[in-house]
Structures are given as C-alpha cells and as structure tokens.
C-alpha cells in the first residue's frame, strides 16, 4: 500500500498519559498536515510541516501538543497529560506541493484515541 | 474567522435521483475548493476539486460550482447510486504560501435509497 499509513490505528488510554501517534506520508511527498476530526464534525487544521519545517500550527495546538518531522519523512504527533477532551480521530494527511494552489491532500486511516 | 458552512447535515433520496450540497465560506481569500467522501471508518478521499478561476468542474456524474461573489460552493451528484452513500465534506483553502490549509464544512450524510 502506497499511500499514507498511520500507526497505531487505536490507542485507549487513561487520562494524564502521554500518547504518540505516527504518521508516514506518500514517498516523496514533502508537505505534511495534521488534522483533528470529533464525531459528526468536519476534521479541523492542527498543524503543517513542509519538510522538517513546522511553518503553522493552529491555536487548537495547545503546549500539551507537540507534533515533530525530524528528518522530512514520517512525522509523530504526541499529546501529553491527555485529557478526555482529547478523545478523537486523528487524521495525518499528505501532498507532493504542487504550485498554483491545487495541492491535492491525502489522508491516512486515522488513529482513533479514547480518554477514559 | 475562517469559518465553512455546509448544508443539508443529512440528505435522504431515491436511487437514481440528484443531489445537491452546498457550503459557504467567509475568507474572501479562499481560492481553491476540494470536496472529500468519507465512507464509514476509512479516510476522507478527494472526489472533485475546483479553484477559483473555474466557475464549474464536471467529472462524469459529479459537478461543481462556484460563486466567489456570493462564496458559495456546491456539489451536484446525479443519478446517484447506493454506493454514493458516505458523509461529504466540503473545504476551502487561501493556498497561502503555495500549501493548502483546509477549512472542512461539518458534512453531510448522504443516503441512497434502493
């Protein structure tokens, strides 16, 4: 499968844990994003990495958020002390940066976490 | 804010018959619009695209429009087929930058009937 895979795909964890979820885009694509997705809503913007380059992360991302892209490629995304708020899907999708503002995303299969 | 609302939330029709979704969005700056479905549990695949330049893009039994004047944006299925049941989501992007942050509507449950 070519496209974009996350792992792991469900994390259950008590509140106050810290959880990381991974995320490896389509070879080659250079432009990464993560998204937040809650039941019955569209999935909202968190944050964005062209390359190893974090260039915006959304007021969504509080400190307890940390996403990193170390070496351009996968990228994780950890949440620290999680709170039952954080309950959601979380959606890694990717693009290959093409110009003029049609830079096609695709996403991943999630990672669903729950907050007991 | 960025803000992208869509309706209907929940759209019920007969095989074979049209659909209509639409959103509106506040960001003037907005110039590139994808529209995804998202069957249950998998991830949300792009099923059309338009960006502002283009008042309308037909891909077979899909199509959309465009009104900067008014932003509004809205995606037409006909004769459609059990198999278009999903939820859709609409977006909007400034492509700010030369990347796309989207803006999602809160989808649409579209449902059709045998």
């Known amino acids: 499968d070519t496209g974009v895979s996350q792992n792991p795909r469900h994390k259950i964890t008590k509140r106050g844990q810290n959880v990381t979820f991974r995320c490896d885009p389509i070879?080659?694509?250079?432009?990464l994003y993560w998204y937040r997705q809650t039941l019955g809503q569209g999935p909202e913007f968190l944050t964005y990495?062209?390359?190893?380059?974090?260039?915006?992360k959304s007021r969504l991302l509080s400190d307890r958020f940390s996403a990193e892209r170390p070496k351009g490629s996968f990228s994780t995304l950890e949440i620290q002390r999680t709170e039952q708020g954080d309950s959601a899907m979380y959606l890694c999708?990717?693009?290959?940066?093409?110009?003029?503002?049609?830079?096609?995303?695709?996403f991943g299969p999630g990672t669903r976490l729950t907050v007991l | 804010g960025e803000n992208v609302e869509q309706h209907p939330s929940t759209l019920s029709v007969q095989e074979g018959d049209s659909a209509v979704i639409k959103c509106t969005y506040s960001d003037s700056a907005s110039n590139y619009f994808p529209w995804y479905k998202q069957e249950l549990g998998k991830r949300p695949q792009l099923i059309i695209d338009?960006?502002?330049?283009?008042g309308e893009k037909k891909d077979q039994r899909i199509a959309v429009t465009l009104n900067k004047t008014a932003k509004h944006f809205s995606l037409h299925i006909t004769e459609t087929q059990p198999e278009d049941s999903a939820v859709y989501f609409c977006a909007a992007s400034r492509g700010t930058g030369g990347y796309n942050k989207l803006i999602f509507g809160a989808g649409t449950r579209l449902a059709v009937h045998p």
């Open positions: 999708a990717s693009s290959s940066g093409t110009s003029g503002g049609r830079d096609t995303q695709y």
């Open positions: 990495f062209q390359n190893e380059a974090q260039l915006e």
């Open positions: 338009i960006r502002s330049n283009v």
């Open positions: 070879s080659e694509h250079n432009r």
